[in-house]
């Protein structure tokens, strides 16, 4: 799957472009970061790699609503 976001308007910065890629549990991401004056652009793409693993209710809980889960160790 994919998906974009553009963020635009002149308080925005121009950002360094580039790549970051995530593998979790039976999940693959890469999000690429292309910019210009005043516009950025997120390109999303993911993948399940084993539906079994991605399944929502083992994964660990975030803290406070609206915040990343906690890495387990």
Known sequence: MAASRDVRGRS???AQPGRFDHSGPGLRDCCEVQSQR??????DTWEMTDRAAADCARLPQPARP????????
């Open 66 to 73: 609206g915040t990343a889960p906690h890495r387990v160790v």
């Open 12 to 14: 925005v910065r121009k």
């Open 38 to 43: 005043h516009e950025v652009r997120f390109d």
